[in-house]
């Protein structure tokens, strides 16, 4: 039996990790604070709803933004030690973005485009911030809002896609592409990418009765993401779906479990492949999905093609060490970078160019470590960690620089990175959920 003294450990343990207190409040006290709590979840809801209407810069998603943060700031928010080196990171990265936009200061989108940069850095040390406290419960609301606004921006872009908004629908198409309330259809189909994996996990490990409505949920994600025609979307989907059932089967505390995983992973492939045979059924669409699943597209060949830029401007970026500033690229080879890791080299040097690769690397290297941690609100890690990992891949070939999902996915990992620590210190054993 164990000690008197380890029993005493493990309470206070458990309950440091979950974030409680304790005190004998006054009761006008706590029901204050409930209130402040309720008013911080409606803001990240809000804020993961507004990621998806970005459409101009600046975006709704920045008026929204600064206002919820601002609200959520007065109300009071901590930032926790472990937090600084992404932060740090964020800031090496903007710096240089500053230096290098002096050689274009004369010119207004450049200067607007780091000014950006700098919001959206900040709203992913904002996310990690408030997620590491209150963890389970804030997570939640910014989940259901990031869904919400997801089906939305899925929705219009597959009603637009069959022109049933009439003269209306060109606003949510772009090239014959599905792209919703964004400016861009990879951006949407990325963009669907975390709550499409985060449906699939749920029919994997949720409960039964729950599997047709998150099924339901799911398909219109797919029916979206599929219409936006993105190859890199449709990849990083693909790699986010194997990255989540492989976690949980992992993770999961039976074999039992591991089999229904596997059961219902091969039904849904199944479902999926005659969902997909029906939409490749429409004229419009299978004709677009021909001329879009090959690799090598006209603009992707070629000494200036996409992947020639890449190496015309690594060998710039050998000689520019402040970089040529931001937006410039295309005037130098007619394109943008398409690139996210190449982009940063060009639009802010040495300095923000290795500190993206730095915080690219750390960020999954740390994260990596927590994908088994036995914590409340693991299978939400296990999504946004696989979700992480397809973007970053993904910017190899795109520039993510100022899709805010991505520092949403950024912030929302090392919140709870943070938050999970003392269970890793801990250890497994004294939270083990008892079997029978």
Do not use: C
Not at 300 to 322: K, N, Q, W
């Amino acid at each position: 039996m164990p000690s008197l003294e380890s029993a005493t450990a493990t309470a206070t343990a458990t309950a440091t990790v979950a974030g409680l207190s304790r005190r004998p409040d006054a009761g006008g006290v706590r029901t204050l604070t409930v209130q402040t709590e309720s008013m911080r979840g409606l803001l990240l809801w809000l804020m993961g709803f507004a990621g998806a209407f970005v459409f101009i810069e600046p975006s709704p998603y920045e008026i929204v933004g600064l206002a919820s943060m601002l609200l959520l700031v007065l109300t009071g928010i901590s930032l926790r030690p472990a937090l600084m080196p992404l932060a740090l990171m964020l800031i090496l990265l903007n710096i240089g973005y500053a230096i290098a936009v002096v050689q274009v200061s004369g010119e207004s989108k450049p200067v607007t485009w780091v000014w950006i940069s700098i919001f959206l850095a900040v709203t992913a040390v904002f996310y990690a911030a408030i997620l590491s406290t209150n963890t389970q419960a804030r997570l939640d609301h910014l989940l259901r809002g990031y869904l919400a606004a997801a089906l939305v921006a899925a929705a219009a872009g597959i009603v637009a896609y069959f022109h049933l908004f009439g003269s209306l629908s060109d606003l949510f198409v772009l090239y014959g592409r599905a792209r919703g309330t964004f400016n861009d259809p990879n951006v949407l189909g990325a963009f669907l990418v975390l709550p499409a994996a985060l449906l699939f996990q749920r029919i994997l490990i949720g409960r039964a009765s729950a599997v047709v409505g998150n099924g339901i949920l799911l398909l219109v994600l797919l029916a979206g993401l599929f219409l936006t025609f993105s190859r890199a979307a449709w990849g990083q989907f693909g790699l986010a779906a194997l990255v989540v059932m492989g976690s949980s089967i992992v993770t999961a505390r039976s074999a039992k479990s591991r089999i229904r995983i596997v059961s219902i992973a091969i039904m849904g492939a199944v479902m999926g492949a005659i969902f997909l045979g029906a939409l490749l059924s429409i004229h419009q669409v299978s004709d677009l999905f021909n001329e879009r699943a090959t690799l090598d597209q006209s603009y992707d060949v070629g000494h200036f093609g996409r992947f020639g830029r890449y190496v015309l401007g690594a060998e710039l970026a050998l000689d520019r060490p402040l970089g040529i500033g931001p937006l410039q690229f295309s005037s130098f080879f007619g394109e943008d970078p398409h690139n996210s890791y190449l982009n940063a080299f060009m639009s802010g040097g040495w300095l923000s160019g290795f500190a993206y690769l730095t915080l690219t690397a750390v960020t999954l290297a740390a994260a990596t470590r927590f994908l088994r941690a036995d914590t409340p609100w693991r299978s939400s890690y296990q999504v946004i960690y696989a979700a992480y990992l397809g973007v970053v891949i993904e910017s190899a070939i795109i520039d993510i620089d100022h899709w805010r999902h991505y520092f949403l996915i950024l912030g929302a990992l090392w919140g709870l990175m943070v938050a999970s620590r003392p269970y890793m210190a801990i250890g497994p054993a004294n939270f083990r959920r008892p079997t029978r």
